[in-house]
């Protein structure tokens, strides 16, 4: 299976900051990558697929990039709406697996 | 409005069984393939299952191999997990999810249920 790692773990941030989430997979994945924002009890919400395709209604402040094994997700703005944790989940192989979650949280 | 949602979740005994479903609306359901992701308490997205569009062909997490099954009946726009054999480590609320990529290899999950509690105890 591949091994998803996601850092920070937490953070805190103001509304307007600039926000940086790193996921890294155990093997290359070219661009089959995806990112899910979840908000407590709420189901997760696609925000990001194919690394850097913006899903169709998500705000542009959210971008994604990268490819191989390392991929980031910005926020550029943060907006309060935006408190939520992520995750970056990969398509390339079976079984599909998650990264363990980025919470974002107001500093 | 293109919506899942899920019910038939609930409390059930170690080893008792359990039929979960996913009612779609609002889209072409037999075009989509489908998964199963789950989300135990305070912890993270871990996928389950999945079924091509005509339900022919399908795929487990190792977890739940040989004790899950999913189906789907297209004519009712309906998506099933059942589930024997249950685990208290099977606790978790499970979604049902959409893949957006018609089987291309690049799934994404766009449209998700609201999400079943299943709770295995004694």
């Known amino acids: 299976d591949i091994q998803m790692t996601q850092s920070p773990s937490s953070l805190s941030a103001s509304v307007g900051d600039r926000v940086t989430i790193t996921c890294r997979t155990s093997?290359?994945?070219?661009?089959?990558l995806n990112w899910y924002q979840q908000k407590p009890g709420k189901a997760p919400k696609l925000l990001i697929y194919a690394a850097s395709s913006l899903q169709s209604g998500v705000p542009s402040r959210f971008s994604g990039s990268g490819s191989g094994t390392d991929f980031t997700l910005t926020i550029s703005g943060l907006q309060p709406e935006d408190f939520a944790t992520y995750y970056c989940q990969q398509s390339y192989s079976a079984p599909r697996t998650f990264g363990p979650g980025t919470k974002v949280d107001i500093k | 409005e293109v919506q899942l949602v899920e019910s038939g979740g609930g409390l059930v005994q170690p080893g008792g069984s359990l039929r979960l479903s996913c009612a779609a609306s609002?889209?072409?359901?037999?075009?989509?393939?489908m998964h199963w992701v789950r989300q135990a308490p305070g912890k993270g997205l871990v996928w389950v299952s999945r079924i091509n569009s005509d339900g022919s062909s399908t795929s487990y997490a190792d977890s739940v191999k040989g004790r899950f099954t999913i189906s789907r009946d297209n004519a009712k726009n309906t998506l099933y997990l059942q589930m024997n054999s249950l685990r208290a480590e099977d606790t978790a609320v499970y979604y049902c999810?959409?893949?957006?990529?018609?089987?291309?290899?690049?799934?994404?999950?766009?449209?998700w249920g609201q999400g079943t509690m299943v709770t295995v105890s004694s």
């Open positions: 999810a959409r893949d957006q990529s018609y089987g291309s290899g690049r799934d994404a999950f766009d449209i």
């Open positions: 609002g889209f072409t359901f037999s075009r989509y393939w």
């Open positions: 093997q290359s994945i070219s661009s089959y």
